[in-house]
Every structure is written in C-alpha cells, then in structure tokens.
C-alpha cells in the first residue's frame, strides 16, 4: 500500500492590509472633494489686489462683509450668514473691543458694492473703537 504523506499548509499570520489602503484612499478622495465646500459665509467677489499677508498675531480676527447689496454680516456674536444693521455691527465689534483690545478687525467688501459703503463701514467700526481695520482681498 502506497502511502502518500499531506503537506499540512503553513498558516499565514500576515495580515492583509490592501483592503486598508482602498478604504483610506476613497476616504482620502472624499476629503478633498468635501473640503472647498466647507468654507463658511457669505459668497462675495474680493476684489484682486497685489498687497503681502497681514501678520496674524490673533489666529482669529473679526470679518465684517458687505456684500454687492450693501448688507452687513459679522462673524461674532450670532449667525454669520444672518444680514445685521449698522448698529448692530457696532455694539458687537465694542463689545469684542472692550475684551480684546488688540483684535484684528478685516473687512470683506463684494467687489460690486459701492465704495461709499465699505469706507462707512469703516467709518463704522472706528467709532466703536477699532484702532485699525483690514481690507480682505484675493
């Protein structure tokens, strides 16, 4: 009688890390096509301008935008995408001016809205205690 002798199989302890990487790779994908959508605010046209980069001493300046209808939205002190008054916009920048005193103030004016309203918004947030204010273009 022949007799045939098994091979008993070798166990394989590596773990298979393909279907990892296919996982990370498609999350990968969804992240950067997900992430320009995640800009938050008003949707302007900043004008085009050659200046260099403010130096950011607070990582978390104020915006104020104008858009092209000459509406004012703030990004503190309640819903950023929520059109504000005049008055409004100058009791929260004072009341962030009286905790910080040193916070960047910038303005976000549509490149369509009429310069008159930019340079009062200014005017604006001067009078509630603004030592400078910033001008936001791409």
Known sequence: MIRRHKKKRKLNSDINVVPYI?????????FM??????????NVDLPKASA??????????VIVTVDAEGQYYI?????P???????????RVAKV?????????????DKDVNYDTVV??????????APSVGLVTE
């Open 75 to 79: 990004d503190v002190g309640g819903d």
């Open 120 to 129: 009062q918004l200014m005017v604006l947030l001067q009078q509630a205690g």
């Open 33 to 42: 096509i997900t992430a320009p959508m995640l800009t938050q605010g008003v």
């Open 81 to 91: 995408k929520q059109a504000v008054t005049a008055d409004v916009v100058q009791d």
């Open 52 to 61: 260099e980069p403010v130096d950011d001493k607070d990582n978390e300046p």
């Open 97 to 109: 001016l009286a905790t910080n005193p040193q916070k960047m103030l910038l303005v976000r004016g």
């Open 22 to 30: 296919d996982v990370m790779m498609v999350l990968l994908v969804i």
